[in-house]
């Protein structure tokens, strides 16, 4: 069943998706991106390989985890891509261990698609969920949402650093400190602070976020948005539970204290 699947999406989705990525010749004089993708399923292998495959990206394809973490230790990449359900190292372990060690943008691809599985990823670091069976176009779209952020925006309407109270986001360094004291986020948290930040005192809601900070469309089922709250307040309130710096604004959406 599931190679019928794969075999219509090839046929309905593969082809325009090609033409899109061949029209973007600026693009293409740049260095492939370096993609790892880690899934024990052949078929969803084979079908991100022909999906991501031209001069824009370079794939490092394995089957388990343990694999991912050794190809990981040898050479860069610009995206981590972690099927959950893996022999030796699951998809979860992997991620926990990279993000340990790196802040590089990691997607879990997987079939569970419960919200405790969502959350349980996101606490562990990854930046994206995408959930098995996907069409590739959603697959291209999210892919270039998260280079897009590893390249930084072309035009960003905050000054370099940014300072609200005793927050301070030095974006060319990729460097927040908190009442003078830094802290690490992954590049997901490091986003949606530097917007709230660029924005002090404005209330966004999260399908606003979703799109400025993620960069698609808000798909409606998850609380990506939530649990990247959730953890940013860990990393930079003195009391989580009683935030003074990220702020909910009920029944609206979150906004980051102007003063």
Request: glycine share 6%; with cysteine.
């Amino acid at each position: 069943m599931w190679n019928l699947h794969v075999a219509y999406c090839v046929l309905h989705y593969i082809m325009p998706s090609f033409r899109r990525t061949s029209d973007r010749t600026t693009e293409e004089a740049q260095p492939p991106r370096r993609i790892l993708v880690a899934d024990d399923d052949p078929a969803i292998a084979s079908l991100i390989q022909v999906t991501l495959s031209g001069s824009r990206y370079s794939l490092t394809v394995v089957s388990n985890g343990l694999e991912a973490l050794n190809a990981f230790e040898q050479q860069p990449f610009d995206v981590v891509m972690l099927d959950v359900m893996m022999p030796y190292v699951d998809g979860f372990e992997a991620c926990q261990r990279i993000r340990a060690r790196s802040d590089v943008p990691i997607v879990i691809l997987t079939s569970r698609d419960g919200t405790d599985d969502v959350v349980h990823g996101f606490e562990l670091g990854a930046d994206d969920y995408i959930t098995k069976p996907f069409r590739t176009a959603e697959l291209i779209a999210r892919v270039e949402a998260i280079l897009r952020r590893v390249d930084g925006y072309t035009s960003r309407r905050a000054p370099p650093v940014v300072r609200v109270g005793s927050l301070e986001i030095d974006e060319p360094r990729h460097r927040v400190t908190v009442r003078g004291q830094e802290v690490n986020l992954t590049p997901m948290e490091f986003e949606l602070l530097y917007f709230l930040a660029a924005n002090a005192g404005q209330v966004f809601d999260r399908e606003t976020l979703f799109r400025e900070v993620w960069g698609y469309e808000y798909v409606g089922e998850t609380n990506l948005v939530d649990v990247c709250v959730r953890r940013l307040r860990e990393k930079v309130e003195e009391t989580p539970s009683r935030p003074k710096i990220i702020l909910t604004v009920r029944g609206v959406g979150y906004k980051l204290a102007d003063g």
